[in-house]
């Protein structure tokens, strides 16, 4: 089988990112199936900024370009409500679609390569730094292991999804193949914001 194509899409109002941490409460039986589905098999579904419609009811649109998700723990505290914590693994791009009867939207996908991550250059030490101030002043741990702020990649995803930045801009962001470019796009941001300086 084909592991790109039927990849079942969990359409939401947040944008994943690879290695990054996604708690995620399902209810609706497609969702349940497919979680369940995913914890039998171990392969991901994927998950995606809606571009038009609702997280719960009909089926959204989703964005094209999303992020595989893999799960990591499984809770089912009350009935009909499963808990789940996952992992952002590997962006992909939707290249067609299709929605089963029970309402989940299946897709036939490819995986998107990335530029070769690369140390984090000295001109983002202000990202790196600002980074590590907001983990610390966490109570509990706020990014999976193991966390790599020696990584361009890594610490331009981590401030992607943490800073308050607009949906569009987020989805922009993980559409970046390039991590310097992302990298530059969030030091702009900051520095304009006086969130850091040089």
Do not use: H
Request: charged share 25%; aromatic share 6%.
């Amino acid at each position: 089988m084909d592991p790109s194509r039927d990849v079942p899409i969990f359409p939401l109002n947040t944008v994943l990112f690879p290695d990054g941490r996604l708690p995620l409460r399902v209810f609706e039986a497609r969702y349940m199936d497919m979680a369940r589905e995913a914890l039998k098999s171990g392969a991901p579904f994927g998950v995606c900024l809606i571009r038009e419609g609702r997280e719960v009811g009909q089926p959204a649109v989703p964005a094209e370009v999303g992020t595989l998700a893999q799960i990591l723990e499984c809770d089912m505290q009350q009935m009909g409500v499963l808990l789940l914590s996952t992992r952002g693994t590997e962006r992909f791009r939707i290249l067609e679609s299709r929605v089963n009867p029970q309402g989940l939207i299946l897709a036939r996908i490819e995986r998107l390569a990335e530029l070769a991550d690369t140390p984090l250059p000295e001109r983002f030490a202000p990202c790196e730094r600002l980074l590590r101030a907001v983990a610390a002043n966490q109570p509990a741990p706020i990014f999976l292991e193991p966390v790599r702020f020696e990584s361009a990649r890594w610490v331009g995803n981590r401030l992607a999804e943490i800073l308050p930045l607009p949906l569009p801009v987020k989805q922009s962001l993980l559409e970046v193949d390039d991590s310097l470019v992302r990298l530059n796009v969030l030091l702009n941001f900051l520095q304009q914001r006086g969130l850091i300086v040089n």
